[in-house]
């Protein structure tokens, strides 16, 4: 028997002015460490939003915490105005490519297929249909070619393709990435970024850990940022991201990178 979700309208739920995701005064800790503190934000239906902060922040845990996989010690979350357990089949999650074990001997195909089997029973099989869905998905990555390559013999890039590629699959309204873009090549990064764009632009909204500053502005309408707690309101790019905002985020550490920033802000802006 498959098992059935309802999509998710998000257009409409935009219109009603439900957000895609609401954290109130959520806490986390890792035995007496707070990692996260009294964090109270909210993001709109369709935003592309860029998590930021140190090494050490929270960021990867805030995430962990909306998917459900690191306890709260208080607040709530909500999703599309539900419970994690109403819309679980709408969203998504790329992990950090660290936390993969490359050696699973898997084909591209088969990682990819895997993001469809919330749709089927255990003693079912995925059919031509969804695999023409994985193919397309893997296409729309650029590794189409790659389909039947083993995931161990993939490049670094080729392999964050792939997990985005899985992630498509599921149609998700609702994604999280974290650190998409660490490590992989100037092709593979223009990919994400593009169809990341994308999704977002047609109703999906994505939460994107990022440690780039100097692309913050090209890439993301939204901004959160976060160390520990957070430390602005969260909100659109132009008017979250700025020196201010960055340095009581980053701290003394930051003023290296602030200044890469703003090198780079004419290229980014096409301003001569």
Request: aromatic content about 6%; glycine content about 6%.
């Amino acid at each position: 028997m498959q098992i059935e979700s309802t999509p998710l309208n998000s257009g409409a739920l935009a219109n009603k002015g439900i957000p895609a995701l609401e954290f109130h005064n959520v806490s986390v800790a890792y035995g007496d460490a707070l990692v996260l503190t009294d964090i109270d934000f909210t993001i709109p239906v369709s935003a592309f939003v860029a998590v930021l902060g140190p090494n050490g922040a929270g960021k990867s845990t805030l995430l962990r915490t909306a998917l459900g996989l690191v306890p709260r010690c208080s607040g709530w979350i909500k999703i599309f105005g539900s419970d994690l357990k109403d819309v679980r089949t709408q969203i998504a999650y790329v992990p950090q490519r660290e936390s993969v074990s490359w050696d699973f001997p898997a084909r591209a195909l088969d990682v990819v297929l895997m993001g469809m089997f919330h749709e089927v029973c255990w003693f079912s099989s995925m059919g031509p249909q969804r695999r023409n869905r994985a193919l397309e998905a893997l296409d729309r990555m650029g590794m189409a070619d790659m389909a039947n390559r083993p995931l161990q013999q993939l490049s670094g890039g080729q392999q964050q393709r792939v997990f985005l590629a899985r992630a498509l699959v599921q149609e998700p309204k609702l994604l999280f990435l974290d650190e998409p873009l660490a490590g992989i090549d100037v092709e593979t990064e223009a990919i994400i970024i593009k169809t990341l764009k994308e999704l977002c632009n047609n109703g999906a909204t994505a939460l994107v850990v990022h440690h780039d500053l100097s692309t913050v502005e090209s890439y993301f309408d939204h901004v959160l940022m976060v160390n520990v707690r957070l430390m602005c309101p969260a909100g659109p790019t132009s008017k979250v991201f700025s020196a201010e905002t960055i340095k009581a985020t980053y701290g003394p550490r930051l003023s290296l990178l602030e200044e890469a920033r703003l090198a780079a802000r004419p290229i980014i802006h096409g301003e001569t």
